[in-house]
């Protein structure tokens, strides 16, 4: 019972900072969160999956709200966007254990691919401008904050064992 509520509560806190930070990001730098090549800060959030299943859940409402909440979403960022970081946090999860040099490279780049598809294929429905082109906007966006924001993030929390000991038990 307590590591059902532990999970939940990591995973509630989760889609809280993603929507949060994502809005704010969107508040202090219009448009940077939700263009075709977007920075999206808090995806960075997504290597939590590495160290903790209930990211899959938190990331994933987080970006369900964030695009449901948002005025200038269009009509299927919610359940698109959503799917794209559920399959991504989901891979991620399952890859954490796939590391080059310490690193998990595979994994950091999923988030780029099932957005490059997912949302490449929805802004190219309701945007124009041709698939690929608009696959290779979202997934320049997302290997740019994974690799680097990401990155520095789950070093961090290696480094310091931070992601053993927070999500100990989870």
Known sequence: MKSSVRYMAYGALIAAMYAALTHLQNILLPGSATWAIQFRASEALCVLAFFTPAAIPGLTVGCFLFNLTFAGALPLDAPIGSLATLLAAWGM?????????????????????????????????????????????????????????????????KKHRLGERIFAES
């Open 93 to 157: 999860y399952l890859a954490r254990g796939l590391t080059v040099k310490g690193l998990p490279l595979l994994g950091l780049c999923l988030p780029a691919l099932t957005n490059a598809v997912l949302v490449g294929w929805e802004l190219t429905a309701y945007v124009g401008g041709g698939f690929w082109m608009n696959a290779a906007y979202v997934a320049i966006g997302e290997g740019a904050v994974l690799l680097t924001l990401g990155g520095l993030l789950y070093a961090v929390l």
